[in-house]
Each structure stands twice: as C-alpha cells, then as structure tokens.
C-alpha cells in the first residue's frame, strides 16, 4: 500500500460492496482510507502554519471580588450586588479575554481529535510490520497527537461547529487558506461518519466470503492500485460489475485494444482443459472448487499477442522471505493447473505483490515478485 493507492471516496465503499464483503471490513475499509489519504497528510502538514494565524474571538469575564478589579467595573452590578450582600466593598468588574474558541479552531480540533481516535480504533497504529500503510497509520497518529498537545489547542473547548457554521468558513476570506482543513473535514464525513451502513449490510447479505480484515483491506488495496496503475499507463478502465456469477472490469487504450480485469474468479478462458478439475473429478471428489487467483488479467500486446498476467497478493505476519515463496509456489500452481492457455503465453504472466517494501520486481522472469512500493513499476512494464 503506497501513497498511489489512492480510493475515490464513496467508491471505495461501493467496491466493498460489490465485492460482497462483511460489513466490518468495508466500515474499516473505509477508516482507514481515510487516516491515508492525502487531505490527511496535507491537514497535519499545514496544522503548525494555521496555528500562527488561527482566528480569535473575544468574550466578556465578570469577576465580583472585594480585593481584585479586572477591566471596567459595572457600576449598575455592583450597586446591586452591595444591596443584596450588605457587602460595601463588593465590586463588579467585566474584562475582555481573547481566546481561540473561533468556529475556525473548533473544527481544527474536531478533525484533529478524529484522525487520532480513528487511528487507535482501526489497531494499524499498533501492527509490527514496516508495510507503508502500518508505517503511515502510526507517523499520522504520532503527529496527530503532539499537535494534540499544542497550548493553543488544548485550550479550546471541543465544541464541534454546525454545518452553517462550517458552510461560512467555506465562503469566508480565509476559506484558502483553510482549504487543507475542509477538505480533511470532507473526507472525514464521507469516509469515516456518513457511511450508509443500510445499503452496505443490504449489497453484502448472505456474502459467502469471509476473510481477515488484514489480507482483505490488502486484497483491495492492491486490486485498485492496479487499477490506478493501468488509468495512468492509458487504459479507461469502467467500475467494477458481476456477470455469471465473477467480479470483473474492462478497460479500453487508446489504440483500440481491450482489457478484462477480474477479481478472485478465474474466466472460461482458463478454466478450459483445468487440470486440476479434471483429476479431482476422476477421483470422484465432492464439492471441487477452481483454484483461482485473486486478480486475473488479460489483453492483447500492440502486437496482437495474446497476454495474461495472474496476480496473488501475499499479506501474512511472517518473514517475507515465506510470503515471497509462498506466492511463487501458488503461481507455478496455476501455471500448471492453467497449462492450456498458459502454453503458449509470452511471460512474465505471473506477479506476486508481497507485504513489505523494496522488493524491486524482475519483468524478464516467467514470474515477477514485487512488493506495493514497486507495484506500479511491475504493472507498467508487463501490461503494455
């Protein structure tokens, strides 16, 4: 998961649906894309700048003391305070105190107070590995909290503004040079507190497919990363839709070539003379099921050669020296199981995206490994 993993909104949600998982995962999903997205990053970057210049607003303080006058004293207050106490040194005085409480640092704090409680609730703070998403989740949580700390911000009241008071900060003078807190404000709505839950538990009843939470935000993370990647090297690519049963997508490059995408289901095209099937089937097994990869490709080169590339996401606490093996013997599997259509492919049509980092991937292999720091690097060289 790298900074180019970068979810649309709603669309993320949207997808976790479709994808028929459970609800937690894609409520989580949605968190998490949240604490890693850019308007994050960029509202903790530009907090200590708006901090200098943070808008103040003033209130009025009465004291009423015998031995200390703070400001103007109110004389009518005071004639009435000494009649109703008997008290002829009692005096009332009103000072004027400038404080933060502008609706502009209440929403600062709001945010603030958000990213870090989504990042403790979500647990990526408190994972050991060193993936990019785990070292993100925790750096923004560590920045979070030391401005937490900052004198100017402890001391406003969390008093959240309402929305017509947001929408004047929206129109205000100063709405540029709050633009990073809005738009963390906006993410933070439509990621983390306006999910429609409903629709949600709706599109996944009766999911057959349960998972970690881990492997499955990495699954699809990974998924539309490749996605991205393949927007950026020119291929249109639609939203995601099922037919017969598979989650598939299309894509379209400007030279008129096409693109099928499908996640965790293997095409016709494959499954053809499916080896595997067939010995199972000979001994009479029950209940066969494809084996299938979790991201299958599939296009044609500017050549006319048919491609595939067949893309396992490996996403386990162990050593990655394991996972990367554990993908490669997963991705000779298939190459055998799949050996019709396979035969006469040109390689690489295997990627295996290990957890990790730095894994920079071999595209003259039959089977290229890399990692979601170099993920983009593997996909621009084999999808051409």
């Not at 002829?88 to 990213?115: F, H, I, T, W």
């Not at 494809?290 to 050549?303: A, G, I, K, Y």
Request: with cysteine; glycine share 6%; charged share 25%.
């Amino acid at each position: 998961m790298t900074p180019s993993s970068q979810l649309a909104g709603s669309g993320v949600l949207a997808a976790a649906a479709l994808l028929k998982w459970p609800e937690a995962e894609a409520l989580r999903l949605g968190e998490l894309q949240f604490l890693l997205s850019p308007e994050v990053k960029t509202f903790l970057n530009d907090l200590p700048q708006l901090l200098r210049r943070l808008p103040t607003v003033t209130t009025r303080e009465r004291r009423w003391s015998e031995d200390r006058i703070d400001g103007a004293i109110q004389w009518g207050p005071t004639a009435a305070a000494r009649a109703s106490s008997g008290n002829s040194r009692l005096y009332v005085s009103e000072s004027a105190q400038r404080n933060y409480q502008a609706p502009e640092g209440e929403l600062m704090v709001a945010v603030l107070d958000s990213v870090v409680r989504t990042a403790q609730e979500t647990g990526w703070a408190d994972k050991v590995q060193r993936g990019w998403a785990s070292v993100q989740v925790r750096n923004r949580l560590d920045t979070a909290q030391r401005l937490q700390g900052h004198s100017v911000l402890a001391g406003i009241e969390r008093n959240r503004p309402a929305d017509r008071v947001i929408s004047k900060i929206r129109s205000g003078r100063d709405a540029v040079r709050f633009a990073s807190l809005l738009a963390a404000y906006d993410k933070l709505v439509r990621l983390v507190e306006q999910v429609d839950r409903e629709s949600i538990r709706e599109a996944i009843e009766d999911a057959g497919l349960v998972t970690s939470i881990d492997s499955t935000l990495f699954e699809l993370l990974v998924t539309f990363q490749v996605i991205n990647c393949l927007r950026t090297n020119s291929w249109t690519m639609h939203p995601f839709y099922t037919f017969g049963g598979k989650v598939k997508s299309e894509g379209r490059h400007p030279d008129g070539r096409q693109l099928q995408l499908w996640y965790q289901s293997a095409p016709k095209q494959l499954l053809g003379g499916n080896l595997y099937r067939q010995i199972l089937a000979s001994h009479r097994v029950a209940r066969i099921r494809d084996l299938r990869p979790d991201l299958v490709l599939h296009w044609d080169s500017p050549s006319g050669d048919e491609r595939w590339l067949l893309i396992e996401c490996k996403q386990t606490s162990g050593q990655a020296q394991k996972v990367a093996r554990d993908a490669l013997t997963d991705l000779f599997t298939y190459r055998r199981v799949f050996d019709p259509a396979l035969a006469t492919v040109r390689a690489p049509y295997g990627l295996g995206v290990i957890w990790g980092e730095g894994l920079d991937p071999a595209v003259n292999e039959e089977i290229v490994l890399c990692t979601p720091d170099t993920l983009a690097q593997a996909v621009r060289q084999i999808v051409v």
